[in-house]
């Protein structure tokens, strides 16, 4: 039991006999951090570089570098630093990394930094921690009069994809992604590029757009801007990156047609004129008269309605009576006929000759409407 504080005494001593280290951060907590074990060393010596926040699995290039400051990056580039004695260094699974860095003089007078910058990965980063070389000259550093020069370092690429929307006439959208790198003596802090669309032979159209941060002089940075076309836009198109002037870079788009836009006006073109001819004829059958109906054509009603004002009448045979005298009301007697086409009148199966009359007279039979009927007539005699 008497271990177990006599361990603690010891730890706690052990923790405060570690000497405190000098580290110093080159950039926001939320980004890439450089930090050195010691903030001077002489030439010969060593310190012990640190970062975290770095992309995993990154091969980084570390360098003491002169006439820089963390805040301004390193002036005049690489031609600025010690390049012969720098070391790399690949970063682990958390962004992180640590590595033994040979203490040289470089190439200008301080102050100095160690600078640490990418080699490999996708987007390319920086960052700087102060650091002084010991008996080496010490310079102030010019005063930012100095102007910035962008140049493009990669080739330009459009991220991005169309979705539905697109298909049916939305504007087509891309992500301008580029690597610039500053030549001039100035750092370039908010640049405003011009984002240009052309389409075939016509001159681009041209489309302000600021990009936020700054850009140190002899530093890079991945430039991303949003690029938009019009509407229903299709065909060839070729986007232009300009930058003070001049054109830094172009890339060509090819975009594709709005199917969809076409596909709903072949459908308009059939759907409507057939809407309308229905409603067309539902007026036209609404106003029109309907005693014409027998006149006009078209369509089974009016087919039902012209046989309905054709129907045929139905003659009937009225026969006279015997001994009724000409003129006392007694109806003419009416030969019967048909109306149907197919017949001649002589040969019409409904008209009555003449020795049927007379059979039917003789016999006193009345034909009307074509059913016999019997007649019982008085005659004077005997019975």
């Known amino acids: 039991m008497r271990r177990i504080p006599a361990l603690v005494a010891a730890l706690a001593i052990a923790l405060l006999s570690v000497p405190a280290t000098t580290a110093t951060t080159a950039s926001a907590a939320d980004g890439p951090t450089v930090k050195v ?46 390049n012969a004695d720098g070391r790399a260094v690949t970063t682990d699974a958390n962004g992180g990394f640590s590595k033994v860095l040979p203490v040289v003089e470089p190439p200008v007078p301080c102050p100095c930094v160690v600078h640490v910058v990418t080699v490999t990965g996708s987007s390319p980063a920086s960052g700087d921690a102060a650091f002084q070389v010991a008996g080496h000259p010490v310079e102030p550093l010019p005063a930012e009069v100095g102007t910035g020069r962008l140049s493009v370092l990669t080739d330009p690429r459009l991220d991005g994809s169309s979705g539905l929307l697109t298909w049916f006439g939305a504007p087509p959208s891309r992500t301008l992604a580029v690597t610039v790198g500053n030549l001039g003596t100035g750092a370039v802090k908010d640049p405003v590029f011009h984002i240009g669309t052309s389409h075939g032979v016509f001159a681009p159209q041209w489309d302000e757009q600021q990009w936020r941060g700054t850009i140190p002089p002899g530093g890079k940075a991945r430039v991303e801007l949003p690029v938009t076309l019009a509407s229903g836009a299709h065909g060839d198109y070729t986007v232009s990156l300009k930058y003070g002037g001049k054109v830094l870079a172009e890339q060509p788009w090819g975009v594709g047609r709005p199917w969809g836009v076409t596909l709903f006006w072949v459908l308009a073109g059939v759907v409507v004129p057939a809407a309308l001819f229905r409603v067309g004829m539902a007026v036209v059958d609404r106003v029109r008269p309907r005693g014409a109906a027998g006149a006009g054509g078209g369509g089974g009603r009016a087919s039902a309605r012209r046989g309905t004002a054709l129907r045929r009448p139905e003659l009937t045979l009225r026969m006279p009576r015997l001994g009724a005298r000409k003129g006392q009301g007694q109806p003419e007697p009416v030969t019967a006929s048909s109306t149907l086409p197919w017949f001649t009148p002589e040969a019409d199966p409904g008209a009555v000759t003449g020795a049927g009359a007379d059979v039917g007279i003789g016999e006193g039979i009345d034909t009307g409407a074509g059913t016999a009927t019997t007649n019982t007539t008085k005659t004077k005699g005997n019975t």
Do not use: D, F, Y
Not at 45 to 73: A, D, F, H
């Open 37 to 82: 074990s010691e903030a001077q060393a002489g030439t010969g010596g060593s310190v012990v570089v640190t970062g975290t926040g770095w992309q995993p699995k990154t091969l980084l290039m570390m360098l003491i570098c002169g006439r820089s400051e963390p805040g301004r990056g390193v002036i005049g580039g690489t031609n600025s630093c010690a």
